[in-house]
């Protein structure tokens, strides 16, 4: 024996070597003895002791219990009074057997078949017929053209081009029924002319302020002896006058 071996002490159930160390027993045994499988056993594969298929059915099954609501829990129970004291199933409802309409006619009130139509989506009504033009009657703040569209689209010939609507509303404006001067317009209406501005711009021919907006008021203030820039300022109001 070597002096790395161990040495065993049977009377104390320790181990010593030959440098002095020591091995305590703390006294777990493990059972490491052969069966006589372990041959077979090391190159078969792990047989499982459940089904995985079974195992998977049975996770379906509880994942469909738990998403599986009862048709009428969300129904409170003053709501659930309503509707057996009319002879409705609460459980129909959850089914979209009921329209609005159908629970109003039944004799459900108001807020409570709202309150279901809301929570449950349920239709407004089941017949189409008729149903668009009621609500766009009922329905407030639409315009006439909104309403108008809306009745329109209850049937199938809202996509045509053309279809039977009111004519449009016009407003005629009020025009004046004369001048508030005679035509032509004398040119003492034009601002900045007076009366002996007028009888000047008369020699040259300008006698109204058609003539006078249109005027070369360069060779106009040459000929009379005038202020060129007072003639254009009588072109330009006369322009603004005649609204040219």
Same mark, same amino acid.
Request: charged letters at 35%.
């Given at each position: 024996?070597?002096?790395?071996?161990?040495?065993?002490?049977?009377?104390?159930?320790?181990?010593?070597?030959?440098?002095?160390?020591?091995?305590?027993?703390?006294?777990?045994?493990?059972?490491?003895?052969?069966?006589?499988?372990?041959?077979?056993?090391?190159?078969?594969?792990?047989? #499982?002791?459940f089904?995985?298929?079974?195992? $998977?059915?049975?996770?379906?099954?509880?994942t469909?219990?738990?998403?599986?609501?009862?048709?009428?829990?969300?129904?409170?129970?003053?709501? &659930?009074?309503?509707?057996?004291? /009319?002879?409705?199933?609460?459980?129909?409802?959850?089914?979209?057997?009921?329209?609005?309409?159908?629970?109003?006619?039944?004799?459900?009130?108001?807020?409570?078949?709202?309150?279901?139509?809301?929570?449950?989506?349920?239709?407004?009504? $089941?017949?189409s017929?008729?149903?668009?033009?009621?609500? +766009?009657?009922?329905?407030? @703040?639409?315009?006439?053209?909104?309403?108008?569209?809306?009745?329109?689209?209850? @049937?199938?010939?809202?996509?045509? $081009?053309?279809?039977?609507?009111?004519?449009?509303?016009?407003?005629?404006?009020? &025009?004046? +029924?004369?001048?508030?001067?005679?035509?032509?317009?004398? /040119?003492?209406?034009?601002? @900045?002319?007076?009366?002996?501005?007028?009888?000047?711009?008369?020699?040259? @021919?300008? &006698?109204?302020?058609?003539?006078?907006?249109?005027?070369?008021?360069?060779?106009?203030?040459?000929?009379?002896? #005038?202020? /060129? #820039?007072?003639?254009?300022?009588?072109?330009?109001?006369?322009?603004?006058? #005649?609204?040219?």
């Open positions: 024996m070597s002096e790395k071996n161990a040495v065993s002490d049977t009377d104390t159930g320790t181990t010593e070597s030959d440098e002095g160390g020591r091995v305590v027993d703390i006294g777990i045994t493990v059972d490491v003895s052969d069966d006589g499988d372990s041959a077979t056993a090391a190159g078969a594969p792990v047989e #499982l002791e089904d995985e298929a079974d195992l $998977f059915e049975a996770a379906d099954a509880a469909d219990a738990d998403a599986e609501p009862t048709t009428d829990a969300a129904i409170e129970p003053a709501e &659930r009074e309503v509707l057996e004291a /009319v002879d409705i199933d609460p459980a129909t409802i959850a089914d979209k057997e009921y329209s609005y309409r159908m629970l109003l006619d039944a004799g459900v009130d108001e807020p409570v078949a709202d309150t279901l139509r809301r929570r449950y989506s349920l239709p407004w009504s $089941f017949e017929e008729g149903d668009l033009d009621r609500r +766009s009657s009922e329905v407030r @703040g639409l315009g006439d053209a909104e309403r108008e569209w809306i009745a329109v689209s209850d @049937g199938e010939d809202w996509q045509a $081009f053309e279809y039977d609507h009111s004519a449009p509303v016009t407003v005629e404006r009020e &025009r004046p +029924s004369e001048r508030p001067y005679p035509r032509p317009t004398p /040119v003492t209406a034009v601002t @900045g002319v007076g009366p002996d501005d007028a009888d000047a711009l008369a020699e040259a @021919g300008i &006698r109204s302020a058609e003539r006078l907006a249109t005027i070369d008021a360069m060779a106009v203030a040459t000929v009379l002896e #005038l202020n /060129v #820039l007072h003639v254009r300022t009588w072109r330009h109001n006369a322009r603004e006058l #005649l609204g040219n």
